[in-house]
């Protein structure tokens, strides 16, 4: 019998992460300027060696555990009635400090009377960076962030790796250290939010968000 000929091999898929050196400020600010790059994350360390991460949009995965932080950001945020201003994934970039990063989520909350009045936010115009972000991380990581937004100011950061939802808090010294609790959210529970997230696929979402308010909804007996 004649031999089958062996089907060609599958291109290798293009990879979400690339990390560039030795490039310039300039050449950041062009690529983040540029309308294809629009859904691309583009994250980037001067001091550091120019170092340059370019972002493919998002899996899934990703894509999914965002959309959870978000909704129990806000349904939080409401029972918990905090004044808050999500700004989605801002870019966030200061040419004097030569860093700039897209957070996957940023909240402005004990700043936000600083933006009263305006819906636009410019850090290089001098207003604030947001005061909570969070980066969801669910594939290899590239170039560190957490430097990026100790430069930036930004209070604090939550990282969401492994199923697990860290608290990083900056410190007057401006380096983070994990926190076992939230200063811009106080009250908000960081292991009960993992923990639902993670039980995303046993029951309808309107069901476990229904569970969520539950938990975090004050006791108007206290």
């Known amino acids: 019998m004649p031999q089958l000929a062996e089907p060609p091999p599958r291109p290798a898929p293009p990879a979400r992460r690339t990390v560039l050196r030795g490039v310039t400020w300039a050449e950041y600010v062009a690529l983040r300027a540029k309308p294809e790059n629009e859904h691309v994350k583009l994250t980037y360390d001067g001091p550091a060696g ?12 990703h894509e999914n555990v965002s959309w959870w932080l978000a909704n129990l950001i806000l349904a939080f945020t409401e029972e918990r009635r905090i004044p808050v201003r999500g700004v989605g994934s801002l870019t966030q970039s200061r040419e004097d400090l ?15 009377p600083k933006l009263e009045g305006r819906d636009a936010v410019d850090l290089e115009a001098g207003d604030p960076p947001p005061d909570l972000c969070v980066e969801v991380d669910v594939t290899s990581p590239g170039v560190r962030k957490l430097p990026i937004y100790a430069a930036l100011g930004v209070p604090e950061v939550w990282v969401w790796a492994n199923d697990t939802l860290t608290v990083h808090r900056r410190g007057d010294d401006g380096a983070y250290a994990v926190s076992g609790k939230s200063g811009e959210l106080p ?11 993670a039980r995303r696929a046993e029951a309808e979402h309107f069901a476990l968000l229904a569970e969520w308010r539950t938990a975090v909804r004050p006791d108007e007996n206290q």
Not at 102 to 109: A, G, I
Not at 188 to 197: K, M, S, V
Request: aromatic letters at 8%; hydrophobic letters at 45%; a negative charge.
């Open 98 to 112: 030569q860093r700039g990063l897209e957070s996957d989520l940023c909240y402005y909350v004990s700043s936000l």
């Open 187 to 197: 009250g908000f529970p960081i292991a009960t939010a993992a923990a639902l997230i």
């Open 50 to 61: 120019g170092l340059l991460e370019i972002e493919m949009p998002n899996g899934p995965l």
